[in-house]
């Protein structure tokens, strides 16, 4: 990497950073820490990797957050390929010495600022956050298992490591990981063959929190001993809180006596925080990173990032930056400039490539599009058209209008306004924007 011009390094470092905004510290941590940029240019990236599992993991598991990172990066997308690094020779099966927890004290996932006192509650995060409680304050005898779902990025994590830390004032045994650790320790285990301490380490607990379970989807026999360990536990009533991206039934694979299993306790699912819960979260956030924002700040944050609150931090942690370098107090001008900053993928996406691919999501016609009709049916395509229309091109309101079929910029600007508007308030529209916005930054 030293004999690579600067601004590929620049790049290399951007691309890591925006990585790290889209996944957890500690998937950070364990995957992407230790890869290096071999060779960048307007075609292709090749980066450097550790050894094949780390390869194949990350292929498996990481491309579209890869995909997404290079993209905002530098506005195009260009072939990835991983090279295994020959200075370290390869063992079959190894595994990233990080991710096997050598201890059942092993703290490096935790984030000790993850605590009950640090998430703030609102009706997105009611029911789930009483139910953390409550396992927290009394294991094994409220909800058990407690499985807590939601998109990433909304706190599910931090509602595990909560319970966790509430725990160290206690002396039973509480273990936390993620799920990805559970299965590399289980695959290193095959190799070495030390079955008993494998079964020792998650057997012997009072307490087990595994963090996003859907990983458990990639492998059959990971899931088998997870069968296992869970019915030990849960018989001997202790207690076991599960996290997922999505609902048990959804993860892709899972027999349905696992599924069986989970329902047993408490099923809840966090949802995106209204705005004015985002607010609540922004100033809360900024207040721990020692920023001072006004209430116009905030609100600006809460309606421009998007609902993922890791997003949110992210900005604000753009915005610390900068306004450190720059000296400047937190002014609604500074903001504005670290966000739209941020949107450098703005100018590259085509009217004809959001057409295309809002017309492939709702199953109708261009043509149908631009017509003069007004069924709801088409209707909300246009105006989603026209809502991405504003956020990933230069185009002026005419000129958008203009393509929609020669409307004018007030329908332009209703249109806008209304998909925003629901953005906040209706779930399946934020579902539907954010699947659609995926497969243009795609
Ligand atoms: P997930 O595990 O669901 O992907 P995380 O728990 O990692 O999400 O949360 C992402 C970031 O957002 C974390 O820094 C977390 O502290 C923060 N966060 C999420 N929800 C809240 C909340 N209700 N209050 C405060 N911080 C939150
Ligand atoms: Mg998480």
């Given amino acids: 990497m030293s004999d690579l011009p600067l601004k590929e390094k620049d790049t290399w470092f951007s691309i890591r950073e925006k990585i790290k905004e889209k996944i957890s510290p500690q998937q950070f941590t364990t995957w992407f820490e230790n890869l290096s940029l071999i060779n960048l240019n307007r075609y292709e990236i090749s980066i450097k990797v550790p050894n094949l599992f780390c390869k194949e993991w990350i292929e498996k598991n990481y491309m579209d957050v890869i995909v997404s990172a290079i993209f905002e990066t530098i506005n195009s997308k260009i072939n990835i390929s991983f090279v295994l690094d020959e200075n370290k020779p390869e063992v079959v099966n190894s595994v990233p010495e990080s991710i096997v927890p050598k201890t059942i004290n092993n703290l490096s996932y935790i984030n000790k600022n993850y605590t009950f006192d640090n998430f703030l509650v609102g009706p997105c995060n009611r029911l789930t956050h009483a139910a953390a409680l409550a396992v927290a304050e009394s294991p094994g005898t409220s909800y058990n298992p407690l499985f807590v779902h939601a998109q990433v990025g909304l706190g599910k994590t931090h509602l595990l490591q909560a319970i966790y830390l509430q725990q160290q004032a206690r002396p039973h045994k ?10 590399n320790h289980y695959i290193s285990t095959i190799r070495t063959g030390d079955w008993n301490g494998f079964r020792d380490m998650y057997r012997n607990i009072d307490f087990l929190l595994i963090d996003d379970v859907q990983f458990l989807a990639k492998s059959q026999s990971s899931r088998e001993e997870f069968f ?26 899972i027999e349905e006596r696992l599924i069986s299993r989970f329902r047993w306790g408490l099923i809840t ?19 721990l990173a020692n920023l001072e924002i006004s209430n116009d700040v905030a609100s600006f944050i809460a309606e421009n990032a998007s609902s993922n609150v890791r997003e949110i931090e992210g900005t604000l942690v753009n915005i610390a930056k900068y306004s450190s370098i720059n000296k400047d107090v937190v002014t609604l001008d500074l903001v504005k400039k670290v966000i739209e900053g941020f949107s450098e993928r703005k100018k590259l996406l085509g009217i004809e490539d959001i057409l295309k691919t809002v017309t492939r999501h709702f199953n ?24 991405l229309a504003r956020k990933f091109t230069n185009l002026s309101l005419q000129e958008i209008g203009g393509y929609l079929g020669g409307r004018d910029h007030t329908t332009v600007i209703h249109a806008t306004e209304k998909i925003k508007k629901l953005n906040k308030t209706d779930r399946n529209i934020s579902m539907m924007l954010r699947k659609v916005e995926k497969e243009l930054t795609k």
Avoid: G, W
């Fill in 174 to 183: 509480t273990l936390f990981l993620p799920c990805e650790s559970f299965i």
């Fill in 364 to 387: 109708i016609q261009i043509s149908q599009i631009l017509s003069k009709r007004k069924f709801q049916s088409i209707t909300l395509p246009r105006q989603v058209a026209m809502y």
């Fill in 269 to 287: 699912r966090i949802d995106p925080p209204s705005f004015e819960t985002s607010i609540a979260i922004i100033q809360k956030k900024a207040a």
């Fill in 228 to 253: 296992h360990t869970f019915n030990s536990l849960y018989n001997r009533q202790k207690q076991i809180v599960l996290s997922s991206d999505c609902p048990p039934e959804e993860i892709p694979t």
